[in-house]
C-alpha cells in the first residue's frame, strides 16, 4: 500500500502476523517481512542517502544491510532492544543455532553501520562496550508535548470515565503490550491484595500475547476489581491517561532490563499521572530523579500494592508527582527537540562529520 502523511510518502508491505511463540511461525513473521521489504524496497524506493533500520526485529538489519548497499546509502541502525541478549533472557530464543546466527548478525550490522542510536543509555553503553570504535549516540523515546497536551484537553476527563466505567474509582491503568517482558502478572497479583479496597480498580488497555492468560489468571483469582479492554485508537490514549489517577509500568525482574525505558513512563508522565513503576535500573533512576512516582522492586506485588495504597490515601501527593513528570518530560522528552538532534547526527553521518551528540 502507498500513501502519503504529512507530503512524506510511505510504503507498506506485507508481513505474517501471529501470537504463536512457536519457532517455525516466529521465524515466518520475522523473514516475511525482511523479504518482502527488501523486495519492495528494491523496486520502489530510489536512491537516498541514508538508510535507518530498526532492531528488534534484528533480522530486519538484513533487508536494511542488503538496501543500502543497493541504494549505495549509509546506514544507520535505531536500538531500541538489546537483541538477542533480551529474547534469550525471556527464554523466547532458545534454538542453538538461532542464537548464535543472531549474534553473528547483531555483530555485522553493527559493522555496517555508519551511526548506531540506542534508545537508552544502558542500550548505548552495553553495544560502545563492545564496539568501541563505531560512532554511537542516545536517542531517546519522547513524546510531542504540544500535540499530547491537546488530545488530552480534547477529551472529556467525566465522559471517559462513565463510558469505561470508572466514575467514583480510583484508577490504576496500563496501556500498551501485553507481552511476556512486561510481567503482567505481577500487577493482577497487585490487585488481588487490593480486593477489600472497593474504591481502586485496575485497568489495561491493549493486546499482546499474554493478554489470553492474564484474563484466566484474574478470573480464577477472583480479582473482579480487574478490567480488561481492548486496544484504543491512538488519539485517545492521551485522553485515557489524563482521565485515569495511577499508571503503572512493570518489568521482569531480569538484568537485561536494567537499562530499560519503557516509552509508556513518558506519556504517562506528559498527561500529568503519577508512576509506580515497578522496574529497576535505568528507568527507575528517571523517575526518582523527575520525582514523578513512587519506584518499587520489579515482580513484588506487595510493594506495588503498598505504593498505590500510598497514592490513593495522599491525593495531594499524587497530584504533585503527576505534575512533577509532566514538567520533566517538558524539559527533557520533548519529542520535537529529540527529533533536532536525531537530523544532526544524519546531516553528520552524510558529511561524514565527527558526531555531533
Known sequence: MEESINDVKILRTWIYATKSKAFVRRLLNYFSFVLSSFFIGAWKVGRHDIL????????????????????RAKLVTNISDLWPESAIAMGILRNNFLVRFSRWLEEFIYK??????????GIVDNIHSRFPHK????????VNVGSFLKLCEAENKSDLRQEFGFENKFVVVYAGLHGLAQGLETVVE??????????????????GPEKAKLIDLARRAGTDNVRFFPSQPTRRVPGLLAASNLAIIPLKKLPIFQGALPSKMFEAMAAAVPLVVSVDGEARRLVETAEAGIAVAPEDPGAMAGAILTLVNDRKYAETLGLNGQRYVMQHYDRQKIAQRFEQLLIDVRSCAPATA
Open 190 to 207: 497487585a490487585a488481588g491484595l487490593l480486593i477489600e479496597h472497593r474504591d481502586i480498580i485496575f485497568a489495561f488497555f491493549g493486546d
Open 112 to 121: 555496517q553501520s555508519q551511526l548506531i542510536t540506542g534508545q537508552t543509555q
Open 135 to 142: 560512532r554511537i549516540s542516545l536517542i531517546t523515546n519522547g
Open 52 to 71: 535507518i533500520v530498526e532492531s528488534p526485529p534484528l533480522f530486519l538489519g538484513i533487508s536494511g544491510v542488503l538496501l543500502s548497499l543497493l541504494k
